[in-house]
Structures are given as structure tokens and as C-alpha cells.
């Protein structure tokens, strides 16, 4: 009996041991997997870190009046080009232009103005041969959707109804600058100034009209087109004003030469100008 006893106490403390180093050897097991796991997600994390780091990243000065049709091609591009990445910058030219000039990052400048690029040319801040005439707008006044006022022509823009008009501010938005030489050559300009509510560019032109907090605004034809919130009331005509012309450029300081010739180049190319076209522009023949 005493033997069994001293047997079984032995057994029983193999045993116990046993499931010790059990017990130990699977939270090694679970301590080993779950470090495992962290280096996984951490190397995941690096890879993808490093993916981030190997893209090129673009500045794109652009007209605001280009932002629908950039955002459209920036789509199209970044899937053909995974390792670029498209950054826009949308203002009015004139700022835009001072930005440049005063330092600011920029790969590619996309005016809506010739008065706008020139000065950069002649400055040397743009690339030798990389500026060129992409498209051409025009100049059309807007009303809300809803509006009843009977805006036909520019001088129904002094009918009594018509308390503000909206343009882009002339020194520095070049629809605005339009607007003005449309409205100089038509003998308003002067008489309107009382109703004339400036802004920053043409999108917040077509933003007081979408709102009511203008009567009637001047944009380019492809702002208009872009919200179901105005309508055209007339088209201004072309004859009072600068044909409006959209140059584009490399800007001299670019980072990323090769990167900025080749959307440069893509901006010119079928696919590019064909989305232009759906918005409202034009190429020039």
C-alpha cells in the first residue's frame, strides 16, 4: 500500500509538470503568433509607407474654372500613373500668378489668361518652349434657375429688378477682367458699379448666384454648365471682350521635370481634351 501510495504521488507530480510546460509552452506559442502578427502589420505598414514615399507628388496651379474637368482627368491619370500623385492648387489666375512669383511650390501653371502668363515668361519662371495655348472659354451671364427677372442681354443688367450683379474681382480674376472690358465697351460699366458685388474668383461668382445673393453673374460658359442651380441668360458677346485663351506651362522651378513634361504633354493628348470638351471648352484650331 505504501508503495502505491509513493507511486501515485510520483505519477501525480509528472503529471502536474506536464501540464506545466504545456500550459508554458502555449503562451510561448500565443506570445510567438501574436508577435508575428505585429511584425506582419508592421511590415505591411513599411511597405506601405514605403509605396507613399516612391510617388511623385505634382502642384498643379489651375484656373478655378478648370476644377471639374482636372478632377476628372486626375482620375484617369493617377490610374494610368500609380506612382504620381496630383495635387491642384484652384484660384483666381492673378493669385495664382503672384504665388508663383513670390516662391510659392508649383510644378505646372494652368492660366486662364494670357495677361497672366506672360509676366512669368518674361520673368524666366517658366520652362524654355513648355508654354502653350491649351483652350479657349467664353463669357456668359448666369441667373438663378428659378429667377423670373428678364435678363435677355447686358443692358437688361440695369432693369431696376436687378439689384446686384456679380464679377470676379478685374485685377486678379481674368473672367472678371473680361466681364469688365464687356461691360466698358457696352457703356455699363460705370452705370453698374452701384450693383457690382466682387469675389475672390469665378466659382464664387457662380456661388452668389446658386444662392441669391446675386441677381445675375458673370462666369464662363463652362461654370454655367456645371450647376443645375442657374441658367444662362445670355452669352456676352464676344466682340466686347479678349478672347479668353487658357495657356499652360511648366514651371522652371519644378522638382519633378520628367513628371511634369509627361502630364504636360498628357494635357494636350486626346483623352484630355476630349473631357475639356464635355465641360463647357474649347480647343483652339
Known sequence: MRINYRNSLVLFMIMMV??????????????TDGAAGTAGKGTDQAVSDAKQAAKTDLTISAAASMTDALEEIKKAYELAHPDV???????GSGALQKQIEQGAPADLFLSAAVKNMKPLVEQGLMADGKVKTLLKNELVAVVPADSANPVASIADLGNADVKKVAIGIPESVPAGNYAKEALTNSKLWEPLQPKLVQAKDVRQVLQYVETGNADAGFVYKTDALSSSKVKIAFTVDQGTYSTVEYPAGIVKATKHAKEAEDFYEYLQSEASLDVFVKYGFSVPE
Open 18 to 31: 506536464m501540464l506545466l510546460a504545456a500550459g508554458c509552452g502555449g503562451g510561448a506559442a500565443t506570445q
Open 85 to 91: 500623385e496630383l495635387n491642384f492648387n484652384f484660384g
